[in-house]
């Protein structure tokens, strides 16, 4: 296939996007022995507003102040882009918001189930050759994989 086609938009951005993550990533493991994923930043940051035992759990408390922030920067980073590129940029799915927010709780359950996301499963556990986020990504594309080709031949987009 032609790269114009796999890529219409051009491949340097998901290459930076690539080196950047794989460079934060790194940077945070060799600074600080940590492994970031979102699913436990998102479940840290909850510790502020919600007194649920899950959330009050020692490694969410003593690590919320760091995950705060990572939070943060992929909110700013987002706003940052809008700001700079504009809506026009924005690339519309063409899928209904009821069905973007149910997919959105199911990727979310999905996540704890697995005891991470893909984020910290994908980047952080495979690039430290940890055996069951192998198991866990083997999983989400599986998953994924089954469910988009079900949803493509129910009709769907």
């Known amino acids: 296939?032609?790269?114009?086609?796999?890529?219409p938009l051009g491949w340097a951005h998901y290459l930076a996007g690539g080196l950047m993550i794989g460079l934060a990533t790194g940077g945070l493991y060799l600074l600080t022995g940590r492994i970031g994923g979102m699913?436990?930043?998102f479940s840290a940051v909850w510790?502020?507003?919600s007194r649920r035992p899950f959330?009050?759990?020692?490694?969410?408390l003593q690590s919320r102040s760091w995950r705060l922030a990572l939070a943060l920067g992929l909110v700013l980073g987002a706003a940052v882009w809008w700001w700079l590129f504009g809506p026009e940029q924005?690339?519309?799915t063409g899928v209904p918001l009821w069905q973007l927010g149910l997919g959105g709780l199911l990727v979310g359950y999905g996540a704890r189930l697995s005891n991470g996301c893909t984020s910290g499963h994908g980047i952080c556990g495979l690039?430290?050759?940890q055996l069951p986020s192998l198991a866990a990504v083997l999983t989400f594309m599986g998953t994924g994989f089954?469910?988009?080709n079900l949803v493509l031949a129910l009709g769907g987009r």
Not at 1 to 7: E, G, N
């Open 146 to 148: 089954i469910t988009a």
């Open 39 to 41: 699913s436990t930043a």
């Open 47 to 49: 510790s502020y507003v």
């Open 1 to 7: 296939m032609q790269t114009a086609l796999l890529f």
């Open 127 to 129: 690039s430290s050759l």
């Open 55 to 60: 959330f009050q759990q020692p490694r969410l």
């Open 90 to 92: 924005r690339l519309s």
